[in-house]
Nanobody, 123 residues
């Protein structure tokens, strides 16, 4: 079964940190760009970051620049999103998705969306 599974979410106070993981099963991540997204109930999904297949090209949404860092370990078939200096407005369900190589995470993702992982930032 081809899938991406997100993990690492949780409850954290403002200013805290979390590291999300996106583990692939059934296929190799090596030749796929990985996008990170977030979505709150009733709101549109928002792009957070996109990391190229090699990890050499990374883009971030303005809202997370300087606080979030996307990375990947193709040998472990896993991508990561390090989230620092978290704010209450970062509270969302976070998802990862695989995109065609060199796509900048545009177009349709490979496969269906996973369950996501909940991040809650509260005082």
């Amino acid at each position: 079964q081809l899938q991406l599974v997100e993990s690492g979410g949780g409850l954290v106070k403002p200013g805290g940190s979390l590291r999300l993981s996106c583990a692939a099963s059934g296929f190799k991540l090596d030749y796929w760009d990985i996008g990170w997204f977030r979505q709150a109930p009733g709101k549109e999904r928002e792009g957070v970051a996109c990391i190229s297949s090699s990890g050499g090209n990374i883009h971030y949404a303005d809202s997370v620049k300087g606080r979030f860092t996307a990375s990947r370990d193709n040998a472990r078939n896993t991508a990561y999103l390090q989230m620092n200096r978290l704010k209450p407005e970062d509270t969302d369900v976070y998802y990862c998705a695989a995109y065609a190589q060199y796509s900048n995470c545009d177009g349709a993702p490979f496969g269906s969306w996973g369950q996501g992982t909940q991040v809650t930032v509260f005082s």
